[in-house]
C-alpha cells in the first residue's frame, strides 16, 4: 500500500497495491482560513526560536552576568516576563558587595582574630552555618590581613635590598686594594695612558669619545669592554673615565694592564680640577647642609621612618629609600653637569675642545655599535635621551615629572607642568658646543640654591631632577631602541627583549655585581667579564 499526501496536506490518497489502478482519495475541508502548512512551518520555526532563548539562557547563566544589555541576555530578560513575573536583584551578593565597600572591620569583629589564610577560612566556614553578614566581614578581615602581611614582607625586601645595594662587596674592596698595590709595584701598572701615540685622540672631536664616570673599578672595566668589543671600528673609539682621589691608582692599572684592544681609555682624577674647590660646586654645599637637614617631608626621613609608615604603599617606600643611597650624596653623581666646562684660568678642563660626547653610567651594559649616535641630528638641542613616559612595559616607562619633582611645593607647581614626560640618564647622547651656549649649567646650580634654601624639599636626592629641570626643552628625544631601562628594580623584562637593545641599564639597587641581581638578567653583564683573570679570581669574584 502506497501513502501520499498532497503539499498543502489537504488531500491524502491511498493505493492498495502497486499498479492498480484503484485508490481511495481522501479530502479535508477546513472552514479556518489558516493553513496546515502555515501552522506546520510555524511550529519549526517556534521550535527553533526556544532552542535559541534556551541555550542563550543557559549560557548567561552560566557567565553569571547580573546586567547586561547584550544579545545574550534576551533569554534572561523574556524568560521570567513570559512567565508573568519580573527578574530580583541578588540581595545576597548586594549585601556583600555593601559590607565589603565599607565598614571599619576591626570595629565589626570586636577585636577577634581574623582568618589567618584562605585554608581556615574555608574551615570556618564549613564548621560554622555563617549569615551573609559574617560571612562577609570574615572574608574581609581576612583579606585585610593578608593584604598587611604582603605589604610587610615587600619592605622587609626593600629594606634588605636597600641595605645591600649600600654595601661595598668585600670582592670589590679586595680588588681595589690588590690593583692600588699593584700600581706602586709594579711599572707596567702605572705606564702612561693612553699609549703616548694615541695622545693626541683625545682632543680630537672628529673620535667617537665616551664620558664615563665611577669609583668601581669591576663596573668601569665591564663598560668599556662591552663598548669597545662591541665597537665596528674600535680605534675610532675614545673613553675618558672620570674617577676620584682613592680610585685613581686602582683604576688606572686596570686599564694599564688590561687595554681594550684598539680603543683608547684615558684615566682622569676628580682632585686634579681646581674649580672643584668648595663653593663653585653647589652640590658639595648640598652635601654638607643635608647632613643637618631634617629627617621629614617630602624627603621622608630616615630609612626607619619610612619603614615605620603604614600609610604608604610598598613601591612609595622603596622609591624614599631609593633616594637615601649614598650615591646621590657623591660628586661623581653631578660631574656631567660640568662637561662643557672651559675656564683659562685653570689648568685642566674637562672636554673644552669637544664638540659631543656619549656618556655612560657605569651600571650599563653596551651590546650594539654606537657609532651610528654621532650621526643623530639633535635639532640645536643639547641632550639626546630616552623618554621615560611611553612603552611597553608600564612600570618601567610611565616616569613623568610628578615622579621626581615635589609639586606640593609652590616653586614647583607654578613653574612646571608634572604631567610632563621625563627622560633617562645613563646614555646621552650631549652636544657641547651648543651646550656652551646656553645658561643649563647655571640654572642647575641656581635650583641646587632654592633646594638648599627650601631645606631640600623641592625633591629627593639626585641627580635626575634638577637635571630634568636645567635641561627642560633642551632635550632632543632618541629611538628607545638605545637605552633600555630598568634591570637593577624589576625583572619583568625578558632576556630576549633586553638582548635586543643597544645598552641595558641595571639602574636600581640591583647592580649586576651584587648578589641581590636578578639571576636571569645578570648575564647580560658577567659576559663581558674575564673571571679567568689573576686579580678576578685573587678576589674571587664569580660569576653567580
Avoid at 29 to 58: C, D, K, N, Q
Avoid at 340 to 362: M, Q, R, Y
Avoid at 493 to 515: C, I, M, Y
Amino acid at each position: 500500500m502506497q501513502l501520499h499526501i498532497s503539499p498543502s496536506l489537504r488531500h491524502v490518497t491511498f493505493s492498495p497495491v502497486k499498479g492498480v489502478r484503484d485508490s481511495i482519495k481522501v479530502k479535508f475541508l477546513s472552514r479556518r482560513r489558516v493553513s496546515y502548512r502555515m501552522v506546520f512551518y510555524g511550529l519549526l520555526i517556534a521550535t527553533f526560536i526556544l532552542r535559541f532563548v534556551f541555550v542563550l539562557t543557559a549560557m548567561d547563566t552560566i557567565e553569571g552576568q547580573m546586567e547586561c544589555s547584550s544579545l545574550g541576555c534576551i533569554g534572561k530578560r523574556l524568560g521570567p516576563r513570559l512567565l508573568g513575573r519580573r527578574p530580583e536583584p541578588t540581595k545576597v551578593l548586594e549585601e556583600i558587595n555593601g559590607i565589603l565597600e565599607k565598614g571599619n572591620i576591626q570595629k565589626m569583629l570586636g577585636g577577634e582574630e581574623p582568618p589567618q589564610s584562605l585554608e581556615e577560612f574555608i574551615s570556618e566556614i564549613k564548621g560554622h552555618k555563617l549569615d551573609t553578614k559574617t560571612f562577609a566581614f570574615r572574608l574581609k578581615s581576612m583579606v585585610n590581613h593578608l593584604e598587611q602581611k604582603a605589604r610587610a614582607a615587600k619592605i622587609q625586601e626593600y629594606l634588605y635590598r636597600h641595605v645591600a645595594s649600600n654595601a661595598i662587596p668585600k670582592q670589590l674592596h679586595c680588588l681595589a686594594l690588590r690593583l692600588a698595590h699593584e700600581h706602586s709595584v709594579n711599572a707596567a701598572a702605572r705606564r702612561p695612558l693612553p699609549d703616548p701615540k694615541r695622545v693626541p685622540s683625545l682632543i680630537d672631536p672628529s673620535y667617537h669619545h665616551y664620558v664615563l664616570a665611577s669609583d668601581n673599578v669591576l663596573a668601569a672595566s665591564t663598560v668599556v669592554a662591552s663598548l669597545a668589543s662591541n665597537a665596528l671600528r674600535p680605534g675610532r673609539v675614545v673613553v675618558h673615565v672620570i674617577t676620584d682621589r682613592k680610585t685613581r691608582a686602582p683604576m688606572h692599572a686596570w686599564f694599564a694592564l688590561h687595554p681594550p684592544g684598539e680603543a683608547a681609555v684615558e684615566v682622569k682624577p676628580l682632585h686634579r680640577f681646581e674649580w672643584l674647590a668648595r663653593g663653585r660646586v653647589p652640590v658639595m654645599e648640598a652635601m654638607e647642609r643635608d647632613e643637618g637637614v631634617p629627617s621629614r617631608g617630602f624627603r621622608g626621613g630616615s630609612a626607619a621612618e619610612i619603614v615605620a609608615r603604614a600609610d604608604e604603599r610598598a613601591v612609595v617606600v622603596a622609591a624614599k629609600l631609593q633616594a637615601l643611597s649614598p650615591k646621590y650624596n657623591s660628586v661623581m653623581n653631578h660631574i656631567r653637569i660640568h662637561l662643557p666646562e672651559v675656564e683659562k684660568s685653570d689648568a685642566l678642563h674637562l672636554f673644552p675642545s669637544l664638540n659631543k660626547v656619549v656618556f655612560l653610567d657605569d651600571d650599563i651594559v653596551v651590546q650594539a655599535d654606537l657609532s651610528p649616535l654621532w650621526d643623530i641630528d639633535l635639532h640645536g638641542k643639547v641632550n639626546g635621551a630616552v623618554e621615560t613616559c611611553r612603552g611597553g612595559d608600564k612600570f618601567v616607562m610611565s616616569k613623568r615629572l610628578r615622579s621626581y619633582l615635589n609639586f606640593s611645593h609652590p616653586l614647583i607647581s607654578k613653574n612646571f607642568d608634572p604631567n610632563e614626560c621625563a627622560w633617562a640618564y645613563g646614555m646621552n647622547v650631549f652636544d657641547l658646543e651648543v651646550w656652551r651656549r646656553t645658561n643649563i649649567s647655571q640654572t642647575y646650580h641656581h635650583w641646587l640654591h632654592k633646594n638648599l634654601e627650601s631645606q631640600l624639599s623641592l625633591w629627593q636626592l639626585g641627580t635626575l631632577p634638577p637635571a630634568l629641570i636645567a635641561f627642560h626643552g633642551q632635550v632632543h628625544v632618541i629611538d628607545p631602541y638605545w637605552h633600555m631601562l630598568g634591570l637593577g628594580y624589576q625583572d619583568n623584562t625578558s632576556v630576549s627583549a633586553a638582548e635586543e637593545a643597544a645598552v641595558v641599564h641595571f639602574n636600581g639597587r640591583g647592580k649586576p655585581w651584587l648578589d641581590i641581581a636578578f639571576p636571569q638578567l645578570k648575564p647580560l653583564w658577567t659576559k663581558y667579564v674575564n673571571y679567568s683573570d689573576r686579580f678576578i679570581k685573587r678576589c674571587k669574584i664569580k660569576a653567580s
